[in-house]
């Protein structure tokens, strides 16, 4: 455990490391300035699960060592008995106040995306929330220029403007990665396709990624794909029918493999209602059609209610059969893919920047639900314990 000195030391290691070379401050620091030691470390991109120490030196991974070999450290936190992973990526959230990103990082989530909560109108508030967060927070833009709306945004297709829209990427070109379309009869009512090609008008010009919402589409599914390009995203992959992943024999739509095929990719996006059963999901994994990322939706009710926090939608998966290193594979390196943003994160690679979640893998009876609130019992869950951003250890508020 680190005492409050070694904390209040880590962060001053921090700000010593980010002093010009040569600094005489510098010269006189341990290699190390802090040293993750002893846990079992997990990192899909180095087919790493093994007992080791995680060494940290200016805010990048400067070591994965075997365990008790990084020695010269300024700071140690004890990780014995945890899990260590890349940091979390989220790709799936909405983080509209200003609390909400640190609220993330205490469950782990070291870098996230806000999914389209906000259009034109307000787009400024995300990107507020994304400044002062302290983690790495990005922007899907919400092709209705009000953001999401109670009553479905894009019921009134003329809520898109595409110039608009495009004006808005431009002025915050280092947050905004893709546009968010949510393409559900509920939301959009039967302008399902075009939304799709206008957000498709939107994002031509910058070239970035557009997220469909789908789900209960007015359209078949694979009208939908076609509208899509090599990088977009699908979310709610695993949305109960109609106008699911399947064909009616239960079996998934070629389309949907041929999409994959061609570089779609299709994310889960928890959430709370409609987005996905345990009957779909065992469907799809017996099929062998994996999510590409795991994603949470999550939000103010989420965090109350069947979402609760990232680890908790990741244990989910576990309960469902798939083995712990392509789950956290689905929060890591798959989702840092994802976005060009992200494309440093997801890997503890020397060089990399520090971002790491420290989780704990508890065994005992645990009960998860489903959109439909289908209760089912699990034998393991994960849980928060520390996280590191950029070098920088942050501990769980107790
Ligand atoms: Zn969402």
């Given amino acids: 455990?680190?005492?409050?000195?070694?904390?209040?030391?880590?962060?001053?290691?921090?700000?010593?490391?980010?002093?010009?070379?040569?600094?005489?401050?510098?010269?006189?620091?341990?290699?190390?300035?802090?040293?993750?030691?002893?846990?079992?470390?997990?990192?899909?991109?180095?087919?790493?699960?093994?007992?080791?120490?995680?060494?940290?030196?200016?805010?990048?991974?400067?070591?994965?060592?075997?365990?008790?070999?990084?020695?010269?450290?300024?700071?140690?936190?004890?990780?014995?008995?945890?899990?260590?992973?890349?940091?979390?990526?989220?790709?799936?959230?909405?983080?509209?106040?200003?609390?909400?990103?640190?609220?993330?990082?205490?469950?782990?989530?070291?870098?996230?995306?806000?999914?389209?909560?906000?259009?034109?109108?307000?787009?400024d508030d995300v990107v507020s929330v994304a400044k002062s967060a302290p983690n790495r927070v990005r922007i899907l833009l919400n092709i209705a220029k009000t953001g999401i709306l109670p009553d479905g945004e894009l019921k009134d297709i003329s809520r898109v403007d595409v110039a608009a829209a495009r004006r808005a990427i431009d002025r915050h070109r280092n947050f905004i990665v893709g546009v968010k379309a949510r393409v559900s009869r509920s939301v959009a009512g039967t302008n399902d396709l075009e939304a799709v090609r206008r957000a498709q008008a939107i994002v031509e010009p910058s070239r970035l990624r557009v997220m469909v919402h789908v789900g209960d589409t007015a359209s078949p599914l694979p009208e939908i794909l076609a509208l899509l390009k090599t990088g977009d995203i699908v979310t709610h992959v695993y949305s109960p029918p109609p106008h699911g992943i399947f064909d009616e024999t239960g079996k998934v739509l070629p389309e949907v493999t041929a999409a994959r095929r061609r570089g779609i990719r299709f994310d889960i996006g928890n959430g709370r209602t409609g987005h996905i059963t345990w009957d779909v999901a065992e469907q799809a994994l017996r099929q062998k059609f994996l999510p590409d990322t795991i994603s949470s939706d999550w939000t103010d009710a989420g965090r109350k209610d069947q979402v609760f926090d990232f680890p908790n939608v990741l244990s989910k998966f576990l309960t469902l059969g798939m083995p712990i290193d392509q789950v956290i594979e689905r929060a890591t390196i798959q989702a840092a893919h994802t976005f060009p943003a992200f494309g440093d994160l997801g890997t503890l690679r020397v060089g990399s920047p520090a971002d790491i979640s420290i989780l704990e893998l508890r065994n005992g009876e645990f009960e998860f639900v489903d959109n439909a609130n289908t209760p089912r019992k699990g034998t393991t869950k994960l849980f928060a314990h520390a996280t590191v951003v950029a070098g920088k250890l942050v501990r769980r508020p107790a």
């Avoid at 450290?73 to 979390?88: C, E």
């Fill in 1 to 123: 455990m680190l005492t409050r000195r070694a904390f209040l030391h880590a962060a001053a290691a921090f700000t010593l490391a980010g002093e010009p070379k040569g600094s005489p401050l510098r010269a006189a620091a341990a290699q190390y300035d802090l040293v993750i030691r002893g846990g079992r470390v997990i990192d899909p991109t180095r087919r790493l699960d093994n007992i080791m120490d995680v060494a940290i030196a200016a805010g990048k991974i400067a070591d994965v060592l075997p365990a008790g070999s990084a020695t010269d450290a300024a700071n140690t936190f004890d990780a014995t008995g945890k899990i260590v992973v890349p940091g979390l990526i989220d790709i799936h959230t909405h983080a509209r106040s200003k609390e909400m990103p640190s609220i993330c990082l205490a469950d782990g989530v070291t870098s996230l995306i806000d999914a389209g909560s906000q259009g034109v109108d307000r787009i």
